[in-house]
Each structure stands twice: as structure tokens, then as C-alpha cells.
């Protein structure tokens, strides 16, 4: 028993009703269908569900009922035509870029990436014979200039980035590309569909590390690549081949994350614009970055491209690695971790930890100072927060 639901629908309502396949059985959640694979009736039918003559599930590399429902409920949502999902947010990245990329093409990406992200680019996807320039996010200029014609395939961008939250110009972004047959990725996974639309702006592809926000109490790894259906096709083939699959168990969990997160998303970023406010009138602080301040350098084009400013706050500490470090190790309520996106607020230290690998240069490049701390605000009292914040700031 299926129930068709129109694309139309509000997002709260398709963030609960949307990609639901009922079964035979009438259950009112969604089902976790917990199997490898899947049998056919006869000879005949395994070769046409194999050759794609026959639509229908085959092995959960290549698909899984209960991911499906994952992956249309994430298509609705972001009004995509098509959704795959990925084992984690880095295999989505490093899916879509080697079902679209090959050895001698050249990719532009944003310098202010998530530092896996520059990683994969640098390290990984350069012994594929993939070349990568990096860009400052928030300049078109730069982006238009680094194009190697003939040769670039990709435009990369996360907006906002993490941690300093820069805004990237998605939709001036993607005319540059477009206008020489560039395609455009936009990581969507600090905003999600809730608060910015990349592909109504003109992007071609969302790209999500699902176990941020997505899930938002941090259980599972996930990614997804959203898109039209020729381009995650292509992305499609590379999964069922090299086999980076969401697992059902994880989508099961995804699909229950997407129905609170328009809830969560609103309350977080309400919620980190407050922390931003208290932390920018601080004493002990140098500087605050959170999209919905007045002083962020790209309020403006936040506003016009997000509907709120999201629940990432960073601020610079007087005092470099060890005031950070202090703050860091004074707090008993926030918890100690590198994710992002969860209902309890996390804290880190990005310098040391998720931008630790990359070249001191590089972490230059990226803005990234030994002074500064990235907050994920969670669901908790804002006063709450402060309080631990503060234990931390008054011993600088
Ligand atoms: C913006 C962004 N993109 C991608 C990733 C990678 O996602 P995952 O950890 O799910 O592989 C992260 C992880 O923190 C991230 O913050």
C-alpha cells in the first residue's frame, strides 16, 4: 500500500509524509527492511531486475526499499529530481566527483572547505590524475579566473563554510559555470534543504553529509548526492560498482531525523544568532562569525540566499591555542567533539582537530586561527550554554 504525495506540500509535511512505501502490512512507520538482498520469483525475472529491464530491488549495494524511502523523502524536500544515498557525507564528495570527473579534467574548489573535503581533493582525487585549484568561496572573480577551459568539470563549494561560516554566491556561481558547460556541487550539509535550496539557485547538485543535521542526534553516518536524474545516474553506477551504499539500518534512522528537522534547524539557528549576539559583546572575544550578524561579511547575501543563518557559531578567543584550549577544557555541559549539527551543542577546537591535517598555509588559506572555536548550538536553554561558555571565558 503505497501513499502518493504531492511534491507541493509544505516542508514539514513532506518531511513527515514524503517517500513513505507501505507494505502489504499497513505499518504506520516506515518498515527497516534489514536484508543484503532480495530474491526473485524465477530464472527470467533475476535477469531483467539485473539487466534494468525489470525496475525493482536486486542487492542493497545497488538499493534498498527502506532507503529509497530515504532518498525520495530527501528528493522531496530539496525538489530535486533524484537522490543517492551514500555511506557517509566523504563518500557522497568522492562519489559524485568520480562519476562526473576524469584523470586530466580539473576541478575548482572553495579554500574554506570542511578539511576531509580539501583532503579528498589534494591528496586523494589528485593520484586519479584530478587536478583541484582552490578559490576564495566568497569572490566569483576568482572562480571565473581559475576556469582551465576544456578542462574544468567542477565547480566545489560549501556555503557556509566550516567553520568561519563564509557565504558562497550560489546562483552567480553557477551562471560562471554554466557558461562553460562547469558543473556546479554545493555542500548543503550545514544549511540542508530547510533553510537554502542550492538547486533552485541554479546549482546542479546538493551534496550532504546526512549525519549532521539530517539525522541531528548524532547516531549514524550518511550522505546523499541530490540532483537531476542524467547527472545521478551517472553517480548512481559508480555506487552499485564501488559500493559506498547508505546501510538500511542508518537510512531507517535518517528518515526519522527528517522529520523533526525543519523543528530542530529553526530552534538551532534561533538559538546560535543569540550565543553569536552574547559572544560578539564579549570582552575576552576577538571576533564572532554566524551568518545572521549585522557585521558577518556576507549578512546580505545570507539573507537573500538562506532563510535563517544556521546553528554554526565561530569565535576567536583572545590568547591563540591556549585560551581556546581553556574555554574548551572548562566546559562540563557542551560536549568535546567534532560533529556538528546534533541537539546537544558541541565545541571544538578546529585548528587541532578537523583542520589538523592540512598545511599550516592551508589553514591560513582557510582563516582558520589557533584562537578559534567553532560551536554546533544545540537544543538546549541558551542561558545554559553561556553559563558553561562562560566558566571557560572568565579564566583567560
Ligand atoms: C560540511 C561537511 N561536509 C562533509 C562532511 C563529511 O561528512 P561525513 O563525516 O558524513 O563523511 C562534513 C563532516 O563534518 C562536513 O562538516
Redesign the pocket.
Known amino acids: 500500500m503505497n501513499s502518493p504525495i504531492s511534491n507541493t506540500l509544505a516542508p514539514e509535511t513532506l518531511a513527515v509524509r514524503a517517500g513513505q512505501e507501505r507494505s502489504q502490512f499497513g505499518e504506520h512507520a516506515e518498515a527497516l527492511y534489514l536484508t543484503s538482498s532480495f530474491v526473485f520469483e524465477n530464472a527470467a525475472q533475476a535477469a531483467a531486475r539485473f539487466s534494468g529491464e525489470e525496475e525493482g530491488n536486486v542487492y542493497a549495494r545497488f538499493s534498498n526499499p527502506t532507503t529509497s524511502m530515504f532518498e525520495a523523502r530527501l528528493s522531496a524536500l530539496e525538489g530535486a529530481e533524484d537522490c543517492i544515498a551514500t555511506a557517509?557525507?566523504?563518500?557522497?564528495?568522492m562519489a559524485l566527483c568520480l562519476a562526473h570527473v576524469q584523470a586530466g579534467e580539473h576541478i575548482v574548489a572553495a579554500n574554506g572547505?570542511?578539511g576531509?573535503?580539501t583532503q579528498l581533493f589534494n591528496n586523494i582525487l589528485s593520484r586519479c590524475g584530478i587536478v583541484t585549484t582552490t578559490v576564495d568561496a566568497t569572490d566569483p572573480d576568482a572562480w571565473g579566473a581559475a576556469i582551465r577551459p576544456g578542462k574544468t568539470r567542477l565547480f566545489f563549494l560549501?556555503t557556509p563554510t566550516?567553520p568561519l561560516t563564509q557565504i558562497a554566491d550560489i546562483a552567480a556561481l553557477s551562471r560562471i559555470a554554466h557558461a562553460q558547460d562547469i558543473l556546479v556541487a554545493v555542500?548543503n550539509?550545514?544549511c540542508t534543504p530547510i533553510l537554502q535550496k542550492p538547486l533552485q539557485l541554479g546549482a546542479d547538485f546538493s551534496?550532504y553529509?546526512?549525519?549532521?543535521y539530517l539525522d541531528g542526534q548524532g547516531r549514524v553516518?550518511?550522505?546523499a548526492v541530490c540532483g537531476a536524474k542524467k547527472l545521478t545516474d551517472e553517480v548512481f553506477k559508480y555506487l552499485r560498482t564501488a559500493g559506498p551504499s547508505l546501510s538500511a539500518f542508518n537510512a531507517w534512522v535518517l528518515l526519522k531525523g527528517l522529520e523533526t528537522l525543519k523543528l530542530r534547524i529553526e530552534a538551532q539557528s534561533a538559538n546560535a544568532l543569540q550565543l553569536a549576539r552574547w559572544l560578539e559583546a564579549h570582552p575576552k572575544i576577538v571576533k564572532v562569525w554566524h551568518p545572521d550578524l549585522a557585521s558577518h561579511p556576507q549578512h546580505a547575501l545570507a539573507a537573500r540566499q538562506q532563510t535563517r543563518g544556521g546553528g554554526i557559531v565561530s569565535f576567536e578567543v583572545k590568547g591563540a591555542k591556549e585560551a581556546a584550549w581553556q574555554v574548551v577544557d572548562a566546559c562540563k555541559l557542551l560536549s568535546i567533539t567534532?560533529?556538528?549539527g546534533d541537539v546537544k551543542t558541541t565545541i571544538t577546537h578546529p585548528a587541532t582537530t578537523?583542520h589538523g591535517r592540512l598545511t599550516p598555509e592551508d589553514r591560513a588559506l582557510a582563516g582558520i586561527s589557533d584562537g578559534l572555536l567553532r560551536i554546533s548550538a544545540g537544543l538546549e536553554a541558551v542561558q545554559d550554554v553561556k553559563a558553561d561558555l562562560e566558566r571557560g571565558l572568565s579564566m583567560i
Open positions: 557517509s557525507g566523504m563518500s557522497a564528495i572547505l570542511f576531509a573535503s560549501e566550516n555542500d550539509s550545514f551534496v553529509s546526512a549525519t549532521k553516518l550518511g550522505g567534532a560533529n556538528l578537523t
